[in-house]
């Protein structure tokens, strides 16, 4: 299908059992595992990259190793399996990323960072 748009891509996520993102490259946030996740959906991730930041395994989804195909074949036959779990994983991973997104968790972070900096230059 190629890129889709978001509005035009949620009905494929929503009809997901899962997303599965076997990705060989150092991702730096994941931004599909992030979109799944805040559909509620459990994420079958290489653990690579910053990839574990957003999946947990056993938690919001599972890892596997970059480049182990029959690994992410087990996994996702586990994920088809045990609809519990990854049901489960799914709200964990929605309640996560709804939690560590919130703007205003961000910005309270930022300005604490800055305010440490700040203290710390003046000493």
């Known amino acids: 299908l190629g890129r889709l748009e978001p509005e035009a891509l949620a009905p494929f996520v ?5 997303l599965v993102l076997p990705s060989r490259s150092e991702e730096t946030f994941g931004l599909a595992a992030a979109e799944a ?23 919001t989804g599972l890892l596997v190793a970059a480049g182990d195909a ?4 087990a ?4 994920v088809l399996a045990d609809e519990l779990s990854a049901a489960r994983w799914g709200r964990a991973g929605q309640e996560r990323l709804r939690t560590s997104l919130d703007p205003a968790r961000h910005v309270a972070a930022v300005t604490a960072l800055f305010e440490r900096v700040l203290l710390s230059a003046r000493r």
């Open 14 to 18: 929503a009809a997901a059992r899962a």
């Open 37 to 59: 996740l805040l559909a509620g959906r459990p994420v079958i991730a290489a653990n690579l990259g910053a990839l574990p930041e957003l999946v947990e395994h056993e938690v």
């Open 70 to 73: 029959e690994g992410f074949g």
């Open 75 to 78: 996994a996702a036959q586990h």
